[in-house]
């Protein structure tokens, strides 16, 4: 093996798998970064070190496809181009802003926090590490990134894709993430450039080292990884997401004059927040096939609409479009369906 691959003790890199078992050899760090300027994709929140916008792009990130996201970052400070403006904003402007991303509850959290920042921070993203622990919605992954590619510090990311890259690494499928986060935190003190190391770990675990494939013959250091070569994806430990169906009558009361009566959802649970027609949970499956399934992580709806001919109760509002109202993707769907 070539000391220009891997490094060992002694010499002027310490291996990566000293980290537990110091006689082994590391990759070195600059095959990595040499990987990543080649390798790269061109994302808009990889061209800015400004804490907004970063901030913005490592939640809309959270459990939504970069593609999904991509299209929808720069029309985000299209409406909010600023914290303030983002704090001012009414919560159903942010939750319309928010439409089509899923798990509406990270919204409310950008929304809480920008307002946190007004009040206690002076209007600015805060630049320690144990400030942004504090605004709702930022874990210890998502403050690292933020703090490691704003203000350079060296803080590790953990998401589901360096865990993966960490655990083939050392061929500890079953570390604990008490294990991996001491990893990640040994791996990006020896980087020299913890955010560029934080960013190329993601795209290393996001491409080539992937959940469904193990391209170890694209790997930059595949020579240093326990697992090369030896990946079974089928046997890797995965959590299992139970998903239950929910049977959904969805009311449609429309009129030509008024449009659609719509209500807004309880903050908490499904579509928090989000403005639907009246729902009713069904105790039974009915015989009829729904119009609608809409897949959610861990809940699969089937919805059934009613087009009812009696004035509604209770509280709501006619919507003569539904244009400026946050309306959840799958009640979107639902309706170009039946009208």
Avoid at 128 to 144: C, E, N, V, Y
Wanted: proline residues 7%; hydrophobic residues 40%; aromatic residues 10%.
């Amino acid at each position: 093996m070539s000391s220009g691959l891997c490094s060992r003790a002694g010499s002027e890199e310490p291996g990566l798998r000293e980290l537990l078992q110091p006689a082994l050899p590391r990759p070195a760090p600059a095959l990595l970064f040499a990987w990543y300027s080649l390798h790269a994709r061109k994302l808009p929140w990889r061209e800015t070190t400004d804490p907004y916008r970063i901030w913005i792009s490592e939640i809309m990130l959270q459990q939504t496809q970069v593609k999904t996201v991509l299209h929808r970052y720069l029309e985000w400070f299209d409406t909010f181009p600023t914290i303030e403006a983002l704090a001012s904003a009414s919560t159903d402007d942010v939750l319309k802003a928010w439409e089509g991303l899923g798990y509406y509850r990270r919204a409310r959290f950008i929304h809480r926090a920008a307002q946190m920042m007004i009040a206690d921070f002076g209007g600015r993203f805060p630049h320690r590490f144990d400030d942004m622990m504090k605004l709702p919605g930022i874990g210890r992954s998502t403050a690292g990134a933020i703090s490691s590619f704003c203000f350079g510090t060296s803080t590790p990311v953990l998401d589901g894709n360096v865990k993966r890259v960490l655990k083939r690494w050392f061929a500890k499928p079953e570390a604990t993430d008490k294990e991996l986060w001491l990893l990640a935190q040994q791996v990006i003190d020896d980087s020299g450039d913890p955010a560029t190391w934080n960013q190329l770990m993601m795209e290393l675990g996001a491409t080539t080292c992937s959940a469904k494939s193990a391209h170890c013959d694209d790997c930059p250091v595949n020579v240093c990884c326990d697992s090369a070569f030896q990946v079974d994806t089928s046997k890797e430990v995965r959590k299992a997401v139970p998903v239950l169906d929910v049977h959904w009558r969805i009311h449609l009361f429309t009129c030509p004059q008024k449009g659609i009566w719509l209500i807004q959802r309880p903050d908490s649970g499904i579509w928090g927040g989000l403005w639907t027609p009246p729902i009713t949970e069904l105790d039974d499956r009915p015989e009829e096939a729904p119009t609608h399934i809409h897949q959610l992580s861990h809940r699969r709806l089937h919805l059934y609409p009613y087009q009812s001919e009696v004035e509604p109760l209770g509280d709501g509002r006619w919507v003569p479009s539904i244009e400026g109202y946050a309306l959840p993707t799958g009640i979107h769907r639902l309706l170009e369906k039946v009208t």
